[in-house]
């Protein structure tokens, strides 16, 4: 069985464009969820089977940036343009912890590999990092550059952060010392998307640019930049396995590449508008989608790598 759409959509699944998405697992395989997040400052929760709609979480007042599920998959974090960063406990339908940031002081957030904080990128140049328990602000690494930082990112080991930002800049930081390991100068335009493979060996990026580049963590050196897309790449989204990742665009395809040799091996171009977010589900079956056109659309994926 190849990559292929599943028949199940949803189309206005929000009112306005969808800008993030992500996979969350609220103990079973029948209470695995799609949580959504859209300029409508709307945040939904879907069923992953069937796509029906759970519940609406309600609290933010402006158009989301940001959607997030720990490591466990029960919390949900999100960051809105009001500059308010919640974390959500799904099973309960309620916001446990909210954090008040200064304007543009919070935008896009990732939870640490033991879930126990939260980064968010600055547009000062700084990563923010909190306990997502309390909300407390306990850190901030310096980029050393004046750039908004869009995109920040943990990887699967707990020892890297990388972020990137609006000047085309990549950071990646030891988490142990807070040292800036590698400054990475491979893009020409804005950083929309991070994402580590799941060994911490290799860094993803994407860019307004049209490029993925691909780097070596340990000596910050690019090993191949790809671009297949002929629009700006907005979202990267690494499938469990690492065998697989996809990539999604302003030109409104996703692809499928092959991690081991970096070829893309399948485009699909479901919607209409620029596609935001991404996002594998846990078992790496399934892949979702989200765009400015307001629709959510599933992919099958093979769980044989060969395929």
Known sequence: MAYRVRNERIEQAHNDGIVAITCANTGSDSKMILVTGSLDSSVKVWRQDTLELVLTLEGHRLGIVSVVSDPTGKLVATSSMDSVIRVWDIEKGKSTVVIEAAPLESWTLAFSADGHHLATGTRSGNVNIFNAQTGEKEQSLDTQKKTFILQVAYSKCGKYLACGGNDGSVCVFDISTSKLMHHLEGHSMSVRSIVFTNDSQRLLTASDDKHINVYDVNSGSL??????????????????DSQHFASSSSDRQVKIWELSTLECIRSFEEHKDQVWGLAFNSVGDALFSVSDDMSIVQYICPLDASK
């Open 223 to 240: 090993v191949k930049s790809l671009s297949d897309h002929h629009s700006f790449v907005l979202s990267l989204a690494m499938s469990p």
